[in-house]
């Protein structure tokens, strides 16, 4: 039994908690600790922030999770003043071992060690994930994550993608003026424009136009809460356009990593656990043309675990091979 911390950075908030592991796998992970990332100058000071609500001194290795690319020896996040030099994190964090990992790859380690509880049925055939083959690991939330995870001979990798990147395909004419409507913004739009918590603004005021209504819901945060409510009916078909979007998307990926299951995570994916199994994402998800029927049978979950960034920066470093 070994103790790690375990560590998920986002734009907004850093988690720590403490794990333990064994054999390749976290068997425990400690309530964790939330810190603002606006209220530390660097992670050096809120790791020690961390360490002072502990009892113990903190163990000397860690899994760091990044809402970033892992490249380089000088990582940057969007919203986060935090500059994070690889290089340096065993000498300003006293650690003998680390191991990063982009904040979604963590998900995806997540994905392969908690148990099907954890797995909430969403669409497809209603069988557990695959124990052999590959299993794309999408979500939405402040971007766009995907990740691909590879099971083989009793071991499983994780492939870290950029895969919210991708260009937005339209598929009908109200997704063609959405296109349109975007690409006057952000001259390219990618999938993220459109799913993710401030895509689903976008998709607001494009249909608002669309129907000669005023966008008057301004706060991202209200937004949500009234689309998911239904309280607001222009709201209500941008949540609706979301979850088509969504479907699309999952299913594209899914295509293009051979996958054999497919989990849908992410804090808005979180969100709309109970509002997706009633939208159009299934449909969306397996028309693929002549691949229909083979879509259909994928199992597509929503990953239900309170902090998977958390379990995977500890099961990305408890799954390192060994040297």
């Keep these: 039994m070994q103790e790690v911390v375990a560590i998920d950075i986002g734009g907004t908030h850093a988690r720590f908690a403490v794990a333990k592991i064994a054999d390749g796998r976290v068997t425990e992970l400690a309530p964790e600790v939330t810190l603002r990332t606006a209220d530390h100058a660097s992670l050096a000071l809120a790791w020690r922030a961390f360490a002072q609500t502990q009892k113990n001194p903190l163990p000397r290795q860690a899994g760091i999770a990044i809402a970033c690319p892992i490249q380089g020896n000088i990582l940057k996040m969007t919203n ?107 001259t390219r739009v990618s999938a993220e424009r459109v799913v993710s918590g401030p895509g689903l603004s976008n998709l607001y005021e494009v249909i608002a136009e669309m129907h000669g209504a005023p966008a008057a819901i301004r706060h991202n945060r209200e937004l949500w809460d009234q689309a998911i409510r239904g309280n607001d009916d222009i709201a209500a078909a941008a949540l609706e356009r979301f979850c088509l979007s969504l479907g699309s998307i999952s299913g594209d990926l899914a295509l293009a990593h051979g996958a054999q299951g497919v989990v849908i995570a992410g804090g808005v994916g979180l969100r709309l656990a109970d509002h997706l199994p009633h939208s159009g994402f299934a449909e969306r998800f397996i028309a693929k043309g002549r691949f229909e029927t083979m879509m259909s049978r994928i199992p597509v979950k929503i990953i239900t675990y309170h902090q998977p960034g958390l379990l995977g920066a500890a099961a990305a470093y408890a799954n390192r091979r060994p040297g």
């Excluded at 340096?88 to 982009?102: A, E, P, Y």
């Design 80 to 186: 986060n003043p935090w500059v994070i030099q690889p290089d340096n994190l065993k000498h300003s964090l006293g650690l003998d071992d680390f191991v990063l990992i982009n904040d979604f790859g963590a998900v995806a380690h997540a994905v392969a060690q908690v148990d099907d509880a954890h797995l909430k049925h969403l669409c497809g055939s209603d069988v557990p994930l695959p124990e052999t083959g590959s299993i794309t690991v999408v979500g939405p939330g402040t971007g766009f994550g995907a990740a691909c995870l590879l099971r083989q001979s009793g071991r499983y990798d994780v492939i870290e993608t950029e895969g919210g990147h991708i260009d937005f395909a339209p598929l009908d004419r109200v997704e063609d003026r959405i296109l349109t409507e975007l690409r006057g913004r952000f």
